[in-house]
């Protein structure tokens, strides 16, 4: 039986005999009482539990990431570095971040604050931060009760690419990646992490019917907040074939275990529609672990990612050891929750094509709070519009508004053949309620969401009126950006 | 001699000389801000575990309201590893925790009231083995019919309380002669305290039958008193300390104590320490929140928008029992006038019973609600009257006498509002950035823009008088170093910050050589809850008491030390920045802490208790006149934001505050209490939503549906400023509440938002917003102002 291997605030750990899913945050307070790192919800919605972990980004350079340590069960951080809220204070010094959010208050009762801490070590050591609004992004995922904000942004914008030559500055210069390849028993419950293809197969030959896991910010919570206890998981997190992100035949191929922040970074340069999701998606903490697969996989009618690569006409390759098969991803949603994926098979990449010529495209996501927070309607929409001014295309994608995300077919034949004005656009929209028969929950009632569905594709026709692809503003009032 | 670390700062040495630095006044960060941000501080669940620690957990109701048939624990004792499962019969005192009305049993028998009532507590080894054993416990229940809401129990006609009434004058007659009348209907949505650190006793057994309870409460006194009860014996066998608070709010006044009591039954049935953790939903679904409020108004106003007569009437949901819920009504009650003088009225509220979580005190305690439907009223005349709803507000402030009386008579002195309105709608630009709005939303199709101008006036003091009272013990040790107790508890307000300036400043010493410990009933007894903004009022003056009698005992010792000679010397010594010497001859000193210790040789005592009580405080509720506030407090907000017509989504985009806190005791703290209060009311009034299903389940139960505001909500621009060379008479070195008071600000949202959505309409459209507003609610409203074109 293999051994859990980590390193823990630069100090090498190995357990044994500890159930796999037991989460990192449990792990940290109960095991070795390092009780700096607070549980505040134990489901990656407030940040109190952040920590930092030293890993790979999209480009394969090292990069250190806040994660919810609530999320993470304890194989998932097998061969990487982790860093508690403990770790800031080197030789009796306190940290820059530490000082800095002392300094001007951004702690009042303290709950939140370690969790903050390690957000902002992560901005710290960012490059990119150079808007006001990635610092919001950045720090979106830790909740304050106590503080209304104010002094937590101004401490952020203080260290943001500070870069200090910390432990971690060493760290990230110093380390290499350690092989998180595991086979891990404890009780009745096992954890796989293959490193390869080949590996996997291998595993699936066994048990066909594994669930397969990766950022776990879905799956945890089965485990925080309904006490499962699946016997068996699979990480595909350490396959180096399903991780790539590049260019491919004028359009991109998105591993499906590629992170989403990566896939953020990556969007910002080619693709507004999806850069506008993911910058909605979810916090930094959830992003740094959640991917294109997982967030596809669990085929929730409000999963984010679906709607905007709907409209891209995106396609899923499936492998297993047979081959490969490829589907729109329309095909792949075949119900609620549930998809085409057959025993031993994996999803590999998405392929987000060329977009044609006269394409215009955005994704829209609504919800009660703008951060951090479940769709309460998310749509991505493309229109094709030809020479003389008429929709040769229209794909009209939803998320919250059936049981899968699904295309407003009948809206869409409405547009197509029309020329695109807001006449044709006015004409169409009672069609959406053809398409659609939404539900009322605590998200929205049917009214607002049959109401967001429409306005959505009116805010659609007025943001891409006079530029297909609009630059995305730094910040603005609301998800669509019409004056 | 005494040994001073040598870091300490030598103020003889000083270029000018004169050693004088006191730490009031000035801004300070958080006394225990880089313990917060290393994770060294120690919170209640980080404590180590001490040997044989029990994991205490909670079997509760499914059913808002059941006759309890049966409850079998034989299966669930029967699993190995638990200790034991308790009943209400098990309970050896008195199985009630109400902190007001005895009508809240510690755990239910006969029947239950509402969904998550505690029915049995597992006691086992580890919360894994507690969990499964709760699984197991058997209870059979016959489901009764259900209130869930405000208007179902007044239809029941089920009441917690009388109505209270306030009334001045003649108001029907008044509404009648009215050149305008206004009358309508408005619901305030409930709030969850979403303290970050969930409740969390842990209990340990002592000596004779006595407990030691480290918890998490803003009233250590009454877990004491609740816990006595309980167990069934005195109150100097149960000691309950507070290391600090992940937040409070109000949420851990009453509603720490059931859980605490739990705790202690635990460790005293099982001779084991016992910890009782909620987790976050755990948390939500058993606890209280703000109570919602429905407010109906009459209302009489003349051409120019002044308020001539106003009948309100409030109904409060209360929940199961009536914890605190008269109090709140009463400050419900004493804050519906908020700013204004209303020459006749009648105010009226009134406790429904229903079958949901018992609501509680949440910052403000019913003065946001109150004030939110004189604002509803005052923003319903204004888009009537085509007026600027801040000068409908300013026309209507208390002025002088006559109209300095508010409907309980109590007059309106130190009236700082029209100050307030002046400075600030000077310093925030108001006409000039409304009339750019104007501007822009004729400009704008599908994004309008508001601004609303929003005044606070708060009564500060416990409306329960006794309550008014506060106590501390300072122990001065003989290398100068200093321990603070006072009756206080710490949630993250910077109450100890202050405290700790506070006796710094009175004994002259640095403050970091004064620690202030762990609030514990063992030290200061017969303390009131940290509540009603009062904390540092009440308890530093208790403070400030304490040195003095410690410094009064020093002076002779100082005296001799300095070689002075003639008794008028002894008065002009003087105590700062860690020395002591003669006020007039600053360069002869000699150090605090070779008093001190020369003190000791002398055998003087060198610790003392303070005690202070809040004078002239009454009220008669069968009256309703009184004088039930020390003082008042004010402020003053504008609010600018920007709402999608399509969407219903709101940004705030620019937030001007001014605040009246007296001569500010650490100013850093007071804006830290504004901005944080402010956002808070911003969550209230337009992202959070608590939802009950049908049958009387919390449907928000954790942050993945109950969304606080996240940092992208606070405004893009944020400027506080607390009012200038504005000192307050009677109060700890001239200092003023601030806990509760900017809470109310966020209401000027609310007048942004329905000029924002009225834009999207003709000119003078009514508006009619639900709250929280949501932007499922704004988007209804703006569906509305459209429809009205």
Known sequence: MERLRFFLNDRPIEETGIAPTTTLLRYLRDRVHLTGTKEGCAEGDCGACSVAVLEQDGQGAPTLRAVNACLLLLPMVQGKRVYTVEALREGGKYHVVQETLARTLGSQCGYCTPGIAMSMLEACHRRDLDEPWKLDAQMCGNLCRCTGYRPIREAAREVAGLRPGDRFARALAETQPEPMALAYEAGAQRFFTPDSLEALWVVLDEHPTARFVVGGTDLSLEVTKRYAEPPLLVSLEAVPELRVLEPRGGGHRLGATVRLTDVEDYARAVSP????????????????????GGNLCTASPIGDLAPVLLALGAEVVLRSRAGERRLPLEDFFVGYRRTALAAGEVLAFVDVPAQPEGARSLAYKV????????????????????????????????????????????????????????????????????????????????????????????????????????????????????? | MSSLPSSSPDFSSTPEGVPARSPLHAPAPHESGLRHTSGEAIYVDDMPEPRGLLTGHLVTSPHAHARLLRVDATKARALPGVVAVLVAGDIPGHNQVGP????????????????????????????????????????????????????????????????????????????AAAPVRLSGECMTGAQDHFYLETQVTLAVPGEDGSVHLWCSTQHPTEVQTLVAEVLGTGRHQVVVEVP?????????????????????????????????????????????????????????????????????????????????????????????????????????????????????????????????????????????????????RERNYYRDTPNDLTPYGQAVVGNRLPRLHAELM???????????????????????????????????????????????????FTDGSVQLNHGGTEMGQGLHTKMRAVCAHE????????????????????????????????????????????????????????????????????????????????????????????????????????????????????????????????????????????????????????????T?????????????????????????????????????????????????????????????????????HGSKAVGEPPFMLALGAVTALR??????????????????????????????????S
């Not at chain 1, 850069?275 to 294109?292: C, D, H, P």
């Not at chain 1, 008429?390 to 029309?418: F, H, S």
């Not at chain 2, 069968?622 to 504008?638: I, L």
């Not at chain 2, 000119?763 to 509305?784: C, D, F, G, N």
């Open chain 2, 664 to 732: 500010s005791l650490v100013p850093s703290i007071d804006r830290g209490q504004v901005e944080g209060g402010f956002i808070q009311g911003l969550g209230w009034l337009t992202s959070e939503e608590v939802l009950f299903d049908a049958k009387g389940r919390l449907v928000t139960h954790s942050p993945d549906t109950y969304k606080i505001p996240a940092v992208g909500d606070a405004p893009e621009d944020f400027r506080v400023h607390l009012l200038e060379h504005a000192p307050q008479d009677n109060t700890i």
């Open chain 2, 100 to 175: 007001v009305i005895q009508d809240e049993p510690l755990m239910a028998e006969g029947e239950v009231h509402f969904v998550g009532q505690t029915v049995a507590l597992v006691l086992a080894e580890g919360a894994s083995i507690a969990r499964r054993a709760a699984a197991l416990v058997e209870v059979e229940y016959e489901p009764l019919p259900a209130l869930l809401s405000v208007k179902a129990a007044v239809e029941a006609g089920a009441f917690l309380s009388e109505p209270h009434v306030i009334r001045r004058g003649a108001p029907e007659d008044a509404l």
């Open chain 2, 507 to 662: 004994l002259g010493v640095l403050p970091e050589r004064v620690r202030v410990m762990h609030t514990a009933t063992d030290k200061v007894p017969n303390t009131s809850a940290t509540a009603a903004s009062s904390g540092s009022d009440l308890n530093g003056q208790a403070v400030k008491q304490a040195c003095e009698v410690i410094r009064e005992r020093l002076r002779p010792v100082a005296a001799r030390l300095l070689k002075l000679e003639s008794p008028g010397d002894m008065a002009a010594i003087a105590f700062s920045g860690g020395q002591v010497f003669h006020a007039a001859r600053p360069l002869r000193t000699v150090r605090f802490a070779e008093v001190v210790h020369a003190a000791y040789l002398d055998r003087v005592s060198l610790s003392a208790t303070g005690y202070y009580a809040t004078p002239d405080i009454t009220y008669d509720r069968s009256t309703g006149r009184g004088k039930p506030f020390h003082y008042y407090a004010f402020c003053a907000a504008v609010v600018e934001l920007e709402v999608s017509g399509l969407t219903g989504e709101h940004r705030v985009r620019r937030v001007d505050v001014l605040q009246d806190v007296g």
């Open chain 2, 755 to 788: 000029q924002a959505i009225a834009a999207f309409g003709p000119p003078r459209t009514p508006v009619s917003l639900a709250s929280p507003a949501t932007p499922e609610a704004i988007l209804r409203a703006v569906a509305a102002a459209r429809a009205a």
């Open chain 2, 426 to 476: 000077a310093s925030s630009d108001y006409a000039r950035r409304r009339a750019e709005i104007e501007a822009f939303n004729a400009s704008s199709r599908w994004t309008k823009r508001g601004i609303g101008f929003q005044p606070v006036k708060f009564g500060i003091s416990f409306t329960t008088g006794f309550l008014n009272q506060a106590g501390a013990l300072v122990s001065v």
């Open chain 2, 244 to 392: 600090r608070m992940g937040g409070g709010f109000g949420g851990k006044e009453t509603q720490a104590a059931p859980f605490a009591c739990l705790a202690a039954l635990g460790a005293r049935v099982t001779g084991r320490p016992v910890k009782v953790w909620l987790n976050r939903d755990e948390d939500m679904a058993r606890t209280g929140k703000r109570h919602p409020f429905l407010g109906r108004y009459d209302a009489g106003f003349d051409e120019t928008g002044r308020l001539l007569a106003l009948k309100v009437e409030l109904v409060s949901d209360g929940g199961w029992s009536t914890d605190l819920s008269r109090a709140i009504l009463d400050r419900a009650l004493f804050h519906l006038d908020n700013a204004y003088f209303v020459p006749a009225l009648e105010f009226t509220g009134r406790v429904a019973r229903t079958n949901l979580p018992s609501n509680t005190a949440f910052r403000g305690f019913g003065g946001p609600q109150g004030m939110f439907v004189m604002e509803e009223v005052l923003n319903h005349a204004a888009e009537r009257l085509g007026l600027d709803p801040a000068s409908v």
């Open chain 1, 367 to 483: 919800s009660k709070r703008r951060e951090a927070d479940i769709s309460s309607v998310s749509a991505g929409f493309r229109a094709v519009v030809d020479g003389e001014g008429k929709v040769a295309e229209a794909r009209l994608a939803y998320g919250g508004m059936a049981a899968t995300p699904a295309r407003a077919r009948r809206t869409e034949a409405a547009l197509v053949g029309q020329p695109w004005t807001e006449a044709s656009v006015e004409q169409a929209l009672p069609r959406l309620r053809e398409d659609f028969q939404p539900l009322s929950d605590h998200r929205g009632s049917a009214w607002y969401r049959a109401q967001l569905a429409e306005n959505l594709l009116r805010g659609f026709f007025h943001e891409t009126l006079s530029t297909p692809m609009p630059r995305l503003a730094e910040r603005h009032s609301a998800t669509v950006q019409v004056r």
């Open chain 1, 273 to 292: 529609p999806l850069e506008r999701m993911l910058r909605y998606f979810g916090s930094r903490q959830i992003k740094n672990r959640a991917t294109v």
